[in-house]
């Protein structure tokens, strides 16, 4: 699972195989390693809620989806989970997951476990 944040936004991109784990119920989890402590970022599903959460607690992003988002998501042409949460009366967080293209411009190793780019193929 790839991270990427930038201002008040995060946007997580999820393998394959990730999102098998995440169809069979398990929680996906990653950790980057800094010298003064770890950031570490998960995403589960739940049949509880029904619409994505967010939280930040003790070093740890946790995204959790619905279950019904989840299986409108693992529908292959669903690209991914696009969603606003507000975290003040004027600021909201954005949030996108995606499922991980394989890249148009990389060996074929670093596209292991990636999804089929809808654009290969195509002339630019």
């Not at 699972?1 to 990730?18: P, Y």
């Not at 784990?21 to 402590?37: C, M, S, Y």
């Not at 292959?76 to 989970?81: L, N, R």
């Not at 009366?89 to 809808?118: G, H, M, W, Y």
Request: aromatic fraction near 6%.
């Amino acid at each position: 699972m790839k991270l990427r944040i930038k201002g008040d936004s995060i946007r997580l991109r999820v393998s394959r195989s990730e999102l098998q784990r995440l169809r069979d119920g398990q929680v996906i989890e990653e950790t980057v390693h800094f010298p003064g402590g770890d950031l570490r970022y998960a995403l589960g599903s739940s049949p509880q809620i029904d619409a994505t959460t967010a939280s930040f607690r003790d070093g740890r992003i946790t995204l959790v989806i619905s279950s019904a988002e989840l299986a409108m998501w693992l529908n292959e042409q669903e690209v991914g989970i696009y969603t606003s949460i507000p975290t003040a009366p004027d600021r909201q967080l954005e949030i996108t997951i995606e499922k991980d293209f394989a890249c148009l411009d990389r060996s074929d190793e670093d596209n292991s476990d990636t999804f089929v780019n809808p654009h290969s193929g195509v002339a630019c």
